[in-house]
């Protein structure tokens, strides 16, 4: 999880695999990126409905028309600077055995650098696990909270993006959701986040890793 002040266009172009040729060249060369299972990614949209990535708007577009229909105003408009955590990005994933399993079924992923990948067909198994976490956070943090919930399958290890808007009661609350009062309540909160998203991943046959507390 990762609290930012705002979401940036080059951000939100790198989730929905929007970008440049340059950023695409870029990209490539990390060695982490696979072009040609990019048409397998996907997202998951209002209602649990699974559908292509839509780059017709942006994440921060996304973002203020869901403030405008809800009345809420971004507290860091109008500044000079951006003061208040407004956006929280969390990934999900799990294993990479077990991911790319319910990514890809028994289909061989070569993930040599420069492979061509673009034979494989995306199993249904991967879009019925990201409707189930999408679902945990809608019920957990509100479903008109989510701004985006994108799945990439053209990485090393098959993972969610989530874009959630920490609003609570018609206003951005991001300490009363998620910091708490000091970092020993935050801290417990995030290790009970851990174990309420490993019950999802356990039906998907994978354990909650270790506590860093306890190693």
């Known amino acids: ?15 929905l695999r929007d ?6 060249k870029y990209a490539m060369n990390k060695g982490n990126y696979d072009p040609t299972r990019k048409h397998l990614n996907f997202e998951i949209a209002p209602g ?12 921060p577009e996304r973002m203020a028309d869901i403030l405008e229909r809800r009345g809420i105003k971004d507290p860091n408009e109008g500044l000079a600077e951006p003061r208040f ?14 991911m790319t399993e319910l990514a890809f079924g028994d289909q061989k992923v070569n993930l040599t650098h420069g492979a061509d990948n673009s034979h494989l067909t995306r199993c249904k198994d991967i879009e019925e696990w990201a409707k189930d976490v999408y679902r945990f956070v809608a019920d957990k943090y509100g479903e008109e909270n989510i701004v985006a919930f ?37 801290s417990a909160r995030m290790k009970a986040l851990h174990s309420e998203f490993a019950d999802v991943n356990k039906r998907w046959g994978m354990e909650r890793g270790t506590s860093v507390s306890e190693t």
């Open 85 to 98: 955590r407004t956006v929280v990005n969390f990934i999900f994933g799990g294993s990479r055995e077990r």
């Open 150 to 186: 994108i799945l990439h399958l053209d990485e090393t290890n098959p993972h969610v993006h989530c874009t959630l808007l920490p609003i609570k009661d018609g206003k951005f609350a991001y300490k009363q959701i998620f910091a708490g009062k000091d970092k020993y309540e935050f």
């Open 1 to 15: 999880m990762q609290v930012s002040k705002g979401i940036t266009a080059a951000q939100s172009n790198e989730h």
């Open 48 to 59: 649990g409905k699974v559908r292509p990535i839509d780059t017709s708007r942006n994440i």
């Open 19 to 24: 970008r440049s040729e340059r950023a695409e």
